[in-house]
């Protein structure tokens, strides 16, 4: 995170703070950018107490946020029942059936045309016991 652009009074602020506690003072009358290169250089922390305050709180109120998400998702999960996820593997294999049924089919049609003898089809796919519910919006 780039440190942020502070005006000179701003600048000579922290540089006073900064000489009224350590031994190697800083000049005051510098240009900004010269001033602000030293506070830098000797690893002087632009941001006031609050600002940083602010942030912390922040991060740790994201970490909480996302936390929180992932529990009621997990809870949500559990409420459904495993029947949720069968659902999924289920519509997800006959997808998978139908597309290659297609495949199937051109391939016939061109074995056909080949002058080679027909092919026999696959047995249908044995119906699921589990019928897909309806998703909660």
Known sequence: MPPPDLNLKRLQ????????????????AQKKAELRSNLLARNVSLYSKTEQLKRMVRRENNKATNYDRVKRRAEKAKDLGPQRHLDNVIDRLEKKH??????KKFKRLRQKSAGAPPTT?????????????KKPK
């Open 13 to 28: 602020a922290i540089a006073r703070n900064y000489n009224g506690k350590l031994k190697k003072p800083i000049k005051l």
């Open 98 to 103: 139908g597309k290659k049924k297609k495949k």
């Open 121 to 133: 089809p696959a047995e249908p796919m044995p119906t699921n016991i589990l019928i897909p519910r």
